[in-house]
């Protein structure tokens, strides 16, 4: 759901960090969010929050002002012209990252000065402990070339890449797996599977695709299926 808050030329002030859901006027201000999803320290969430201003009346806005109170964990760039004026059908945007630099729940005030008129938004997110690790087991209950890779310390509720290399048994040349993407629940651990098709020397590997980190490598090998 996009948010709109409308910001005409007339009022004196807006509500802070709760804005009005109405029929976009000559002003607006939009944006589909604000909260970021759990991070890691360190490393920058993959979807950064955006707040566009439109101008749909016949006469120039004055942009004032843009800040944050949290500019090293929510740092903020934008399209708009600072003291300058956004023209009549046209449009700018806003956008803040976040980058945590501890455990837990982060916060900043995002302030825009425009059209005569302040609005802040409330940014939110979490930073995670991530520290991806990654055990192998048989999942000999599934079948006999069936193994289980058990990942913790990922972003929770993120996503991993499962990265594989092969050796066949009597070659040398390591060949690359299709990689396969899994869920993180929101504890950081995940649970993968994957098949042995066939003899020889198995490489496991997770990435963390929000942090960009990457596991241990497990390596097993895997005999001739009988036919």
């Avoid at 455990?103 to 402990?129: D, K, P």
């Avoid at 599934?142 to 993120?158: C, D, I, R, Y």
Wanted: aromatic residues 6%; negative net charge; contains cysteine.
């Amino acid at each position: 759901m996009i948010i709109v808050a409308a910001l005409a030329a007339s009022c004196s002030s807006a509500p802070a960090t709760v804005p009005s859901t109405v029929t976009p006027s000559t002003f607006v201000m939009t944006w589909a969010g604000l909260a970021f999803p759990p991070t890691g320290v360190g490393a920058t969430a993959s979807t950064p929050v955006v707040v566009t201003l439109w101008n749909t009346g016949a006469s120039a806005v004055p942009v004032v002002s843009v800040s944050t109170s949290n500019g090293d964990e929510f740092p903020v760039t934008t399209t708009c012209q600072i003291g300058g004026m956004l023209t009549p059908s046209s449009t700018c945007n806003v956008t803040a990252r976040f980058k945590p630099s501890a455990l837990g729940a982060r916060n900043s005030n995002l302030t825009i000065n425009a059209n005569s008129v302040t609005q802040t938004l409330a940014l939110t997110g979490t930073g995670a402990n991530v520290n991806p690790q990654l055990v192998l087991v048989p999942a000999g209950d599934v079948a006999p070339n069936v193994f289980t890779l058990s990942g913790t310390g990922a972003t929770p509720g993120g996503t991993v890449e499962l990265h594989t290399t092969y050796t066949a048994a009597a070659s040398t040349a390591a060949i690359a797996m299709p990689v396969t993407t899994w869920t993180v629940d929101a504890s950081g651990n995940v649970t993968a599977t994957f098949t042995t098709d066939g003899g020889g020397t198995y490489e496991h590997w997770l990435v963390d695709l929000t942090s960009g980190l990457s596991t241990n490598h497990v390596v097993h090998i895997a005999s001739l299926l009988a036919p």
